[in-house]
T-cell receptor, first 114, second 111 residues
Framework: GAVVSQHPSWVICKSGTSVKIECRSL??????MFWYRQFPKQSLMLMAT?????????EQGVEKDKFLINHASLTLSTLTVTSAHPEDSSFYIC??????????FGPGTRLTVT | TQLLEQSPQFLSIQEGENLTVYCNSS?????LQWYRQEPGEGPVLLVT?????EVKKLKRLTFQFGDARKDSSLHITAAQPGDTGLYLC???????????FGTGTQLKVEL
């Protein structure tokens, strides 16, 4: 199956700093990538849809100025959490969409803001 | 907002037992998927069901899509400790490409 990687796998940062998370499709081109957020023992919540070469579409309640998404190529999307706060601590997962709407998920990035 | 409710929320059983997880919604889904997720990892796709009434079997796992395409079930026969994980259903609506995830079922299978 198609492979999606995320970097870093975990990160600890101080409150007020910014953190960038990378999502790469390793063996396929993903014109669309999705970013999800998951709190402990809960399901995945879609944050935004990222289309290559255009602005991301954010779900209701997600601050676009806080969660900056860039999808500069068919294999790379980045999520930057700006001015991070402890409540932003979460597990962030991306997925790349292949043909027929199949989504392949990355292994996730654990963000802890102290 | 479409909502996919899963039940039960948590399930702890002994090895060898059978179990069923349910995924229900008031919305119609064009297709529905089941994933399993282990701690600290991304979800892994188990199956996609597309046709109302469809039944798919994957070794000890049996998946069913409701006739009206609003609900689905996952049945595991003779559960093993390796089946432990978070099971998530997720559906596509209409012609969209966004997945709506269910509330999740945390399964623990003990020896």
């Amino acid at each position: 199956g198609a492979v999606v990687s995320q970097h870093p796998s975990w990160v600890i940062c101080k409150s007020g700093t910014s953190v960038k998370i990378e999502c790469r499709s390793l063996d396929f081109q993903a014109t669309t990538m999705f970013w999800y957020r998951q709190f402990p023992k809960q399901s995945l919540m879609l944050m935004a849809t990222s289309n290559e070469g255009s602005k991301a579409t954010y779900e209701q309640g997600v601050e676009k100025d806080k969660f900056l998404i860039n999808h500069a190529s068919l294999t790379l999307s980045t999520l930057t959490v700006t001015s991070a706060h402890p409540e932003d601590s979460s597990f962030y997962i991306c997925s790349g969409q292949a043909q027929y709407y199949e989504q392949y998920f990355g292994p996730g990035t654990r963000l802890t803001v102290t | 907002t479409q909502l996919l409710e899963q039940s039960p929320q948590f399930l702890s059983i002994q090895e060898g037992e059978n179990l069923t997880v349910y995924c229900n919604s008031s919305s119609v889904f064009s297709s529905l998927q089941w994933y399993r997720q282990e701690p600290g990892e991304g979800p892994v796709l188990l199956v996609t069901v597309v046709t109302g009434g469809e039944v798919k079997k994957l070794k000890r796992l049996t998946f069913q899509f409701g006739d009206a395409r609003k609900d689905s079930s996952l049945h595991i026969t003779a559960a093993q400790p390796g089946d432990t994980g978070l099971y998530l259903c997720a559906g596509f609506t209409g012609g969209g490409n966004k997945l709506t995830f269910g509330t999740g079922t945390q399964l623990k299978v003990e020896l």
